[in-house]
């Protein structure tokens, strides 16, 4: 069933967020959670800090998950999804650094590490709490719209409209990565909980699509509607067209 929650705005949705996670991290301090990136979830994980720093969050015993990251960037590049999570939630809290997985963007065999990333999660005992944003043509992780999908962890090439999409963050477009490793369609559906977060109008049209749409891979977000437990958080904007 899809839960959908609405917000007032950016700071209610972030608020409403951090509300979900410290309720898991409460039930269950050694929760496992899978993390997102993009522009989205940062009023979250600030929320989180906040939190944090008040002494009202634990995460000592929390293990986290990426669902991504760019190929060939390595792990200090400014723009790996690795530096964002330490700059933007990892280096502000307690969670330990060896409970924090994120896929390698220089791994010496991507097979090799794609099963690997896998084999974690499931070594960790599957994850609790999966949150995700949501790109404008559908994609979720970097499961980008196509004819078909991988299920596991695996290489995938992004599209124009991600590349463009996501050049925002970088000096050029020609230095947006063509690729990308990421959590496949299986590898998030296996999370116990999923929490998708959207705000502002440029998602509104993909909100209304997941849930108005016919399940089809060419709008990857569709499958969502196949999880048994799935809440959907917009602000007023995200959540205008439904
Ligand atoms: C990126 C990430 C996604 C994210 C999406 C939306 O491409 N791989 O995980 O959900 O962009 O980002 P934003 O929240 O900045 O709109």
């Given at each position: 069933?899809?839960?959908?929650?609405r917000t007032?705005?950016?700071?209610?949705?972030?608020?409403?967020?951090?509300?979900?996670?410290?309720a898991t991290?409460?039930n269950k301090?050694?929760?496992?959670?899978?993390l997102a990136t993009?522009?989205t979830?940062?009023?979250?994980?600030q929320?989180?800090?906040?939190r944090f720093?008040?002494g009202?969050?634990?995460?000592?015993?929390?293990?986290?998950?990426?669902?991504?990251?760019?190929?060939?960037?390595?792990?200090?590049?400014?723009?790996?999804?690795?530096?964002f999570?330490?700059?933007?939630?990892?280096?502000?809290?307690?969670?330990?650094?060896?409970?924090?997985?994120?896929?390698f963007?220089l791994?010496?065999?991507?097979e090799?590490?794609?099963?690997?990333?896998?084999?974690?999660?499931?070594?960790?005992?599957g994850i609790?709490?999966?949150?995700?944003?949501i790109g404008?043509?559908?994609?979720?992780?970097?499961?980008e719209?196509?004819?078909s999908l991988?299920?596991?962890?695996?290489?995938?090439?992004?599209?124009?409209?991600?590349?463009?999409?996501?050049?925002?963050y970088?000096?050029?477009?020609?230095?947006?990565?063509?690729?990308?490793?990421?959590m496949?369609?299986?590898?998030i559906?296996?999370?116990?909980?999923?929490v998708?977060?959207?705000?502002?109008?440029?998602?509104?049209?993909?909100?209304?699509?997941l849930?108005?749409?016919n399940?089809?891979?060419?709008?990857p977000?569709?499958l969502l509607k196949?999880h048994?437990d799935?809440?959907?958080?917009v602000?007023?904007e995200a959540?205008?067209?439904?």
């Amino acid at each position: 069933m899809v839960n959908i929650i609405r917000t007032e705005n950016y700071q209610e949705l972030s608020k409403h967020a951090a509300d979900i996670i410290q309720a898991t991290i409460e039930n269950k301090p050694d929760c496992v959670l899978g993390l997102a990136t993009g522009g989205t979830p940062i009023g979250t994980y600030q929320q989180l800090i906040d939190r944090f720093r008040e002494g009202k969050i634990d995460f000592s015993k929390v293990t986290t998950f990426n669902l991504d990251e760019y190929y060939g960037l390595s792990s200090d590049h400014e723009q790996s999804y690795h530096f964002f999570m330490f700059e933007q939630l990892f280096r502000h809290i307690n969670v330990p650094p060896e409970r924090v997985h994120i896929p390698f963007g220089l791994p010496e065999d991507i097979e090799t590490h794609c099963q690997y990333y896998e084999q974690v999660i499931q070594d960790a005992g599957g994850i609790d709490l999966q949150i995700l944003g949501i790109g404008e043509n559908g994609h979720i992780g970097f499961n980008e719209p196509g004819p078909s999908l991988q299920t596991g962890t695996h290489l995938v090439p992004l599209s124009q409209e991600t590349i463009r999409a996501n050049s925002r963050y970088f000096a050029s477009i020609q230095e947006v990565p063509k690729k990308a490793i990421t959590m496949g369609i299986r590898t998030i559906f296996q999370a116990r909980r999923i929490v998708l977060l959207a705000s502002g109008a440029n998602k509104a049209a993909m909100i209304r699509r997941l849930l108005d749409d016919n399940i089809t891979t060419e709008v990857p977000a569709t499958l969502l509607k196949l999880h048994p437990d799935l809440t959907i958080l917009v602000d007023q904007e995200a959540g205008s067209e439904i």
